[in-house]
C-alpha cells in the first residue's frame, strides 16, 4: 500500500510562488497516475493537476498558466509548482495516487497541506 505525506503549505501573498511535495512512502509505479487536489471550507474537492507516468499532463483551467505538476519516480516524490497565486487558491491541497491494476484502480491519499493566499 501506498502512504504519501504532503508538505510545502502556507502563507503567501498574492503574485508569489509556492512549491508543494508530496513523498509515497513507497515506490511509486511507473503506471501510478499522480495528481493534486484542493478542496476550500464549505466546496467539494476538485482536480488541480495529474501527471501520467510519462510525462502528460492536464490542468484545471483556473491555473493552466500559472501551476505546473511534476514527479521523480527514483525519489518518490511528485510536486506542485504554484505561480502568481491568486486569493482564490486557498484551499488544502492534497496528493493523490491513482494505482492501476489489471481489474481497476485503486487511490491514495495525503491528509493534506493548507495553502492561504492573503491579498
Given at each position: 500500500?501506498v ?8 502563507l ?41 507516468g ?29 505561480n ?17 491494476y ?18
Amino acid at each position: 500500500q501506498v502512504q504519501l505525506v504532503e508538505s510545502g503549505g502556507g502563507l503567501v501573498q498574492a503574485g508569489e510562488s509556492l512549491r508543494l511535495s508530496c513523498v509515497a512512502s513507497g515506490s511509486i509505479l511507473s503506471n501510478d497516475i499522480m495528481g493534486w487536489y484542493r478542496q476550500a471550507p464549505g466546496k467539494q474537492r476538485d482536480l488541480v493537476a495529474v501527471i501520467t507516468g510519462g510525462g502528460t499532463t492536464n490542468y484545471a483551467d483556473s491555473v493552466k498558466g500559472r501551476f505546473t505538476i511534476s514527479r521523480d519516480n527514483a525519489k518518490n516524490t511528485a510536486y506542485l509548482q504554484m505561480n502568481s497565486l491568486k486569493p482564490e487558491d486557498t484551499a488544502v491541497y492534497y496528493c493523490n495516487a491513482r494505482r492501476y491494476y489489471g481489474i481497476g484502480a485503486v487511490d491514495y491519499w495525503g491528509k493534506g497541506t493548507l495553502v492561504t493566499v492573503s491579498l
